[in-house]
């Protein structure tokens, strides 16, 4: 065989075979996992004929709902007094949802939405952490985020003429802020709050660290924390400035993709809807003949 004199040379390839030199790839990192909620497994129908008192409180729930309209007063069950097994039953039944919300005061309250959009388990503990009372509620949103959301509320002032070192754009979003809050307290007195909330999205303005560290010194930050989960993170607080919002959603590898001011009662996205509620009254009643 004639040798023609091209030598062969073996190159390897694949990842890591090239000296990549100061030319590295950032790749985004690939979501990890999902926040979720799993659906309740139910009890077999033999252990519920046992507990009659969940059986009764199903039954509360499913008139309730029935008859529940968005904006109608807020429906309670107790649940303090129930025996543990039907209390065990109920939260086997039940289970939790997707939205979860905590409430800072003179007593922590911790509200968990079941399953069922719409329908809100709420706990009481003191400050030792013993659990005091513990209810059902069938609203929209509990009573409880409408009468805490801005119970430390505190006037919006600034002195614009001593900004701190950093600060450019915060002030005039402030003074908007200023002017939508007294529009609200406005409307709210006459009790004509409208359901379109006055939005300013943080993140489409050229806001340094600074901005935002005294913005938030500002506003404050109010008692009511609420935390949506799914496909990533929707995370509401309460500020001490009446009527807004701090509303910031995530996505699955909890990066800040949308971070959003709102002057309104209650941000819809909190809010379990119409449909919502109909539809957790289907289920209880598919939940309750086959336990039935």
């Known amino acids: 065989m004639q040798n023609n004199g091209i030598p062969v040379v073996n190159v390897p390839i694949g990842p890591g075979s090239q000296d990549e030199g100061d030319m590295v790839l950032d790749y985004m990192k690939m979501p990890s996992e999902m926040a979720s909620y799993d659906l309740p497994i139910l009890p077999e129908a033999e252990i519920v004929a046992e507990c009659p008192q969940a059986l009764a409180v199903l039954e509360i729930l499913q008139?309730?709902?029935?008859?529940?309209?968005?904006?109608?007063?807020?429906?309670?069950?107790?649940?303090?007094?129930?025996?543990?097994?039907?209390?065990?039953?109920?939260?086997?039944?039940?289970?939790?949802?997707?939205?979860?919300?905590?409430?800072?005061?003179?007593?922590?309250?911790?509200?968990q939405e079941t399953v069922l959009a719409g329908v809100w388990r709420i706990r009481a503990f003191d400050a030792s952490g013993t659990l005091i009372d513990d209810a059902m509620e069938i609203a929209d949103i509990p009573t409880l985020v409408k009468t805490h959301a801005f119970s430390t509320q505190r006037p919006l002032v600034f002195d614009a003429g001593a900004l701190p070192e950093g600060v450019l754009n915060a002030p005039s979003v402030l003074v908007e802020i200023q002017e939508a809050s007294h529009r609200y307290k406005e409307a709210a007195a006459v009790g004509q709050v409208s359901d379109i909330a006055h939005v300013i999205n943080l993140s489409l303005l050229p806001f340094s660290p600074q901005d935002h560290g005294f913005l938030t010194e500002i506003t404050g930050t109010g008692p009511v924390t609420m935390l949506s989960?799914?496909?990533?993170?929707?995370?509401?607080?309460?500020?001490?400035?009446?009527?807004?919002?701090?509303?910031?959603?995530?996505?699955?590898?909890?990066?800040?993709?949308?971070?959003?001011?709102?002057?309104?009662?209650?941000?819809?996205?909190?809010?379990?809807?119409q449909e919502d509620l109909d539809d957790s009254a289907e289920r209880l009643k598919e939940i309750r003949e086959v336990l039935v």
């Open 63 to 111: 008139e309730n709902l029935d008859r529940y309209r968005v904006g109608d007063t807020a429906q309670t069950i107790p649940l303090v007094a129930l025996a543990e097994h039907d209390l065990d039953i109920i939260n086997q039944i039940l289970g939790e949802g997707e939205v979860s919300i905590a409430i800072v005061g003179p007593r922590v309250i911790k509200v």
């Open 229 to 273: 989960r799914g496909y990533g993170n929707c995370r509401i607080t309460s500020t001490q400035t009446e009527g807004l919002w701090r509303v910031q959603y995530f996505n699955s590898t909890d990066q800040l993709i949308l971070d959003t001011l709102e002057v309104t009662d209650i941000p819809l996205v909190a809010c379990a809807a």
